[in-house]
C-alpha cells in the first residue's frame, strides 16, 4: 500500500474538487473536515510518527466502528464515507482500501415539512415596524415562495432579479444557475424591504469604520455585509419560537416545503426538479413521499375506524 501524506494530500484535492469539479465552498469545507477527522482517527490509532500512512479497509472500518459506537448516524456515516472514496479515487492508488468496504445501510428519509398554516404564521411572526422585521420576512418568502437553498439566499444579488418578468436568477451547487418564478407575494416582499436596505447602505457609508460594504447583495445585515447561513439559522429559529411552531425546523425546511407544496397541488415532478436544481429526479422524488406518507397520516387520523 502506498504511504499518504494526508497534509499535502487534502489540500490538492480540495483544488482539485474547487477547479475541476466546480464544487462549492461550503461541499469543499465539509469534505476536508470528513478528511481530517478521519486522518486524525488513524494517527491515534496506527499513527507511525512520520506524518505519512499506509490505509488500509480495516482502518476505514475501525472509523466507522467508533462512529457507530458513539451513535453517529448511518446518514453521517455514509457521508464521511462517501468523501473517504472519492479521496482515495482521486489519488488512483493501485489498491484502494474503500473497495473492500460496504456503506452503511441508511432508510429513505423524509424531510422536515411545514403546513401553509405553519408557513403563514411564520411571516406573520415579524414585526414590520422593527429595524429588520421587514428583511426578516423577505427571507422567509423566498425560501418558501422560490424554494432556494440557504447559501443561494445570502449569495442572491440585486442583478439577479428581474421582478418585472416575474423569476429570479439562483447560483447553485457547482455555479449552475437556474431560473425561478417568483410569486407576487415574495416580490412584494422585496419592494417593501429595499427601501430599509438602502438606508443601511447610507448609514454604512457614512460611518467612520469605512468598512467594505456588500451593495449588489440582496439581502444585508446592519454593518451592509451578506447574511451568514448561520444568522439565517438563528432568525428562522426565532421566527419559529415566535409562531409557536415546535418542530425542529431550518431554512431547508422551507425548501422541503416549498417543494411538497407543489407536488401535492399538482405540480409536474420535471418542473420541481428544474426549480429546485437537482441534477436528477432521483433526489426530487422523496418529496412525491412526503406527500404519499402525510396522506397516510390523515387518513389514519381521520378515519373514525381506525
Wanted: charged share 25%; glycine share 6%.
Amino acid at each position: 500500500m502506498q504511504e499518504i501524506d494526508p497534509n499535502y494530500a487534502i489540500t490538492d484535492f480540495c483544488t482539485y474538487l474547487k477547479l475541476e469539479r466546480s464544487l462549492s465552498p461550503n461541499t469543499i469545507s465539509a469534505y476536508r473536515s470528513d478528511l481530517n477527522e478521519f486522518f486524525t482517527f488513524i494517527n491515534e490509532k496506527h499513527g507511525q510518527g512520520t506524518g505519512k500512512f499506509s490505509v488500509e479497509s480495516e482502518h476505514i472500518r475501525e472509523f466507522l466502528e467508533e462512529k457507530a459506537g458513539r451513535n453517529i448516524s448511518k446518514r453521517t456515516q455514509a457521508r464521511q464515507l462517501s468523501a473517504i472514496r472519492m479521496f482515495f479515487k482521486w489519488l488512483e492508488l493501485t489498491d484502494n482500501p474503500c473497495d473492500k468496504v460496504d456503506s452503511p445501510k441508511i432508510g429513505r428519509h423524509l424531510p422536515q415539512v411545514l403546513s401553509v398554516e405553519e408557513i403563514e404564521r411564520t411571516l406573520n411572526s415579524f414585526d414590520l415596524s422593527t429595524e429588520n422585521g421587514q428583511r426578516n420576512r423577505t427571507i422567509i418568502e423566498l425560501l418558501y415562495s422560490c424554494g432556494l437553498r440557504v447559501s443561494e439566499l445570502v449569495s442572491l444579488r440585486l442583478g439577479d432579479l428581474f421582478l418585472q418578468e416575474g423569476f429570479i436568477r439562483v447560483i447553485g451547487k457547482g455555479n449552475k444557475q437556474r431560473l425561478v418564478p417568483i410569486g407576487e407575494a415574495a416580490i412584494r416582499a422585496i419592494n417593501n424591504y429595499i427601501p430599509q436596505r438602502w438606508q443601511i447602505i447610507c448609514s454604512c457609508r457614512q460611518s467612520k469604520r469605512r468598512t467594505r460594504i456588500d451593495e449588489d447583495i440582496l439581502i444585508l445585515g446592519r454593518r451592509g455585509r451578506a447574511l451568514t447561513r448561520v444568522m439565517v439559522f438563528l432568525i428562522i429559529k426565532e421566527a419559529a419560537e415566535k409562531a409557536g411552531i415546535s418542530k425542529e425546523i431550518s431554512p431547508h425546511t422551507f425548501r422541503h416545503s416549498f417543494a411538497t407544496h407543489l407536488i401535492e397541488n399538482g405540480a409536474d415532478l420535471r418542473a420541481v426538479q428544474e426549480m429546485l436544481g437537482h441534477s436528477s429526479i432521483l433526489t426530487t422524488e422523496i418529496y412525491t413521499h412526503v406527500s404519499t406518507a402525510q396522506w397516510h397520516r390523515n387518513i389514519l387520523e381521520h378515519h373514525p375506524l381506525l
